[in-house]
């Protein structure tokens, strides 16, 4: 906990809490304003909700930068009995730590959002994919998720409506092509994880063969506030097609390693 963090944007997206102290308790996560962007959501409909990602302009951060709302909008559309929601927390590029900070500072983050997406999606079982090297973290998410639980933020009727999703943790094997988003479902379904063919897209044939929403620690971060703030505000930072904000990991051989938040736009210089 004693890496360095910095806010370099007119809006702390994702570091807000961080840079507080942590919110690794549902109690301060709270205090801090946690839960509200869930409860935003809750109150309309799930179509209104994708409308807010959409406006925001929120891209994958796993690599792709492809647009948010339009995986949540296939997912929405798909008709299945069973759908479901992966979140790859299988960090496995050199010198990155955005994630691993995320999850064990600020957990409940990472849960609402879940549920954020499970509303919007219709998907009723999570599971988080989790890099095999973040001990700390599964710990962080463990305690967290029971406490999510407890406050009737997971489970059946979530906080009084009509919504049932609950979270599990998956402990991957080390192996990096994981953080491909078919091979981590194939390592999921307990085969050898090699990357699919597409199509068809995992937004309609995914996890045992069921829609699938997959969405990195870093992209789905970002929803609680978007759903507290709006989405205009949010695609009111960054630039170009490229809106909001981005982590970037700086390590030892920086003057000032750490953490950092940055607007996208900002130069090198």
Known sequence: HDVATGVHSREAVLLGNIVRGGARDIGTYQSFGGGEGLRCALRTFSGKVIAE??????RGRGGAGFPAARKWQAVAKA???????????????????????????????LIEACVIAAHATGAS?????????????????????????????????????????????????????????????????????EVRLRPPQITEHG???????????ETLCAVPWIMEHGGTRYAGLGCSSSRGTKLLSLNSLFNRPGLYEVEFGISLR
């Open 53 to 58: 990602i959409d406006a925001s302009g929120l």
């Open 79 to 109: 008709t299945a009995a069973q759908k479901y929601l992966v979140v790859n927390a299988d960090e496995g590029d050199p010198g990155s730590f955005s994630d691993r900070l995320l999850l064990e500072n600020d957990p409940f983050r």
């Open 125 to 193: 079982a999570g599971i988080i994919y989790l890099r095999k090297e973040y001990p700390v973290a599964q710990a962080s998410l463990e305690a967290a998720i029971d406490q999510a639980r407890h406050v009737g933020w997971l489970g059946r009727n979530i906080l009084g409506c009509a919504i049932d999703f609950d979270l599990s943790i998956h402990v991957g094997e080390g192996s990096y092509v994981c953080g491909e988003e078919t091979s981590l479902l194939n390592s999921l379904e307990g085969r050898r994880p």
């Open 207 to 217: 996890l045992h063969g069921l829609p699938t929403l997959v969405s990195n620690v």
